[in-house]
């Protein structure tokens, strides 16, 4: 009698099923409706209980009663998370299932499940640590040839379509439209491919060997970098480092190649030496450097944080900087004489690092997306508290002030909007731009958490701001699109629900016709402007608001309702060569 498990088909018709269900709920489901709790509970246990399935396959030592414990306990974990983040963004429809914790879970599970598997054999043998390795990478690289083959599969799939549409043949086209086939298709190929690599474990490792082969040698380049970094920065200062934004993701990025590059030649620690002897020696001496690499990121970071407070990025990135930092100090530590006198290996202290930082990073990912320390909630607070500590701006000079830091994070931001309101409702004090923001930024926190209108196929939904007889004709070919399909004018598309457009005339070129600014539905910055020219309607793009820090803008619609209109003229003229003109925009 032939066992399914001993040919790995039951992989298989693991990845057929899983495609088949997600396929069921993606062809039954109201993708403009709300997505009740048990469909996403199943969403996500089709998600994840056959990717955790994959990753506890044939590990050595692992029974079935175990591992059934590890697949159940860290869904469980995964679901929780996911669920905690639509709960945050009230995410309960398709158009707006935010993905915000979805990197952080992956990562959380990825890490957890060859933590745990391992776990029991968790001594500083190294038989011990080959194992972990082993499973780490043989699932780190069945997972990318698993995407990559499904996207090999796919473009295969596409090319030979627009062969067969050569010769009048729209059969496989339209076969790989329909999400039956499309969605089980994918998953079937996926799981296909951890089928074989898992069946030819001895494959997956000469892959593994080519690879981290190739991959050790770039550690020397890059501590050569960042030791030539730490010489030269005693003599340069770090002025010129603070100025950029990015500073700290630039170092932070260095730490983790080298992470990376140093384990590839470690390995599972039973090659005595990587490098030749000096060379190797060297190396571990050159590793120091990346300690105030580590360290300097931190540094920036906290610079940001004093001066621009805390936002879920800068959460996420400080507890990145942690860890690259225990990294650092961590692999540091086989430089200790007596490290090195019980051990002959090179930097022995990689694998008791790896294990304890796995440790860290998983503990660091439960508190930032979890009620414990929610990366939005710590965003939202601090915010808020930093708008409030803000001094009047100068006469006639805008104050550098973002709600959108505050507006970007779900139902925090709406309650510290409202708690910022009420605060500054009758404080003198606070600066007059924040009291004239706040009300609107308000209603567009609460507009984006309603659950989006469905659209309809009749006229488009506009409200006039300001009626004007100036523009008969544009408003009537407005509100006379009908349909969807009109992809040649965008911005329109927002204006078929219930959520009506508004629109502000106003007569920018001063030729005595006013031009309509479309605001699509509760977004009140970044107008479409359509004029009429020729007897026919002409869009003439977006119309740039000022942009604070941070990169969230300024309400435009109601400092235009409040407010006196100026138009100030450009300076800047067209460039025409040859019949083409250029222009700055």
Not at 54 to 68: D, K
Not at 145 to 167: D, R, S
Not at 453 to 469: E, H, I
Not at 505 to 532: H, K, S
Request: glycine share 8%; aromatic share 10%.
């Amino acid at each position: 009698m032939v066992r399914l498990r001993d040919h790995g088909l039951h992989l298989l018709l693991m990845g057929l099923v899983q495609g088949v269900a997600f396929a069921a709920i993606w062809r039954t489901a109201d993708l403009q409706g709300d997505v009740s709790l048990p469909i996403r509970l199943v969403v996500d246990l089709l998600a994840g209980i056959p990717l955790l399935v994959y990753a506890t396959e044939q590990v050595p030592g692992l029974t079935t009663r175990p591992r059934a414990l590890i697949v159940a306990t860290l869904t469980a974990i995964g679901v929780a998370l996911q669920e905690y983040t639509h709960w945050v963004f009230d995410s309960t429809t398709w158009g707006s299932w935010f993905p915000q914790g979805l990197f952080p879970t992956l990562v959380l599970l990825f890490v957890s499940v060859h933590w745990w598997v391992h776990w029991r054999r968790a001594n500083p043998s190294h038989h011990a640590y080959r194992d972990l390795f082993d499973t780490t990478w043989r699932n780190a690289i069945l997972c990318g040839l698993g995407v990559g083959l499904t996207g090999l599969f796919w473009g295969v799939l596409f090319a030979g379509a627009q062969l067969f549409k050569l010769i009048g043949i729209d059969a496989l086209q339209d076969l790989i439209e329909q999400s039956w086939f499309a969605i089980p298709a994918s998953t079937t190929v996926f799981a296909c491919v951890a089928t074989l690599g898992l069946q030819r474990e001895d494959m997956i490792i000469s892959l593994r060997k080519l690879l981290l082969g190739l991959l050790k040698w770039f550690l020397p380049l890059v501590l050569l970098i960042a030791t030539v970094w730490a010489v030269c920065l005693p003599f340069t200062g770090v002025s010129t480092l603070f100025k950029s934004a990015s500073a700290a993701w630039t170092m932070l990025a260095t730490v983790a190649l080298s992470v990376l590059f140093a384990n590839a030649a470690f390995q599972d620690g039973s090659q005595e030496r990587p490098y030749p002897r000096v060379p190797g020696l060297i190396l571990s001496w050159m590793w120091l450097a990346l300690i105030p690499v580590a360290g300097i990121a931190i540094w920036a970071l906290s610079l940001r944080i004093g001066q621009y407070q805390w936002t879920a990025e800068r959460a996420w990135g400080f507890l990145v900087a942690l860890i690259a930092l225990g990294y650092a100090i961590g692999y540091s530590i086989s430089l200790w004489p007596l490290r090195r006198n019980a051990d002959s290996h090179w930097m022995p202290g990689i694998a008791g690092t790896n294990r304890v930082m796995a440790v860290l990073m998983v503990i660091g990912i439960v508190v930032l997306a979890s009620p414990l320390g929610d990366a939005f909630r710590l965003q939202a607070s601090s915010q808020t508290a930093r708008t409030l500590a803000m001094p009047s701006a100068p006469a006639g000079k805008p104050l550098p002030l973002d709600l959108g830091f505050i507006s970007g994070t779900g139902r925090w931001g709406e309650r510290a909007a409202t708690r910022l309101q009420s605060a500054t409702a009758s404080d003198p004090s606070v600066d007059r731009s924040i009291r004239t923001l706040l009300p609107a930024q308000l209603a567009t926190i609460r507009e984006r958490r309603k659950p989006p209108a469905k659209m309809t196929k009749g006229a488009p939904q506009l409200v006039s701001v300001n009626p004007s007889m100036q523009q008969a004709q544009l408003w009537a070919w407005l509100q006379g699109q009908t349909g969807t399909d009109n992809m040649e004018h965008r911005k329109l598309q927002a204006c078929w629900s219930a959520q009506p457009c508004r629109v502000y005339w106003l007569d920018l070129n001063r030729d005595g016709v006013a031009e309509a600014l479309l605001f699509e539905g509760a977004l009140q910055t970044m107008p479409a402007v359509y004029t009429w020219e020729h007897d026919e309607a002409k869009y003439l793009g977006s119309l740039s608001v000022p942009v604070r820090a941070g990169g969230s803008s300024v309400p435009l619609l109601p400092l235009l309702e409040a407010g006196k209109v100026e138009l100030v003229p450009n300076p800047w003229q067209r460039v025409k060569v040859n019949d083409l003109e250029f222009e700055l925009n």
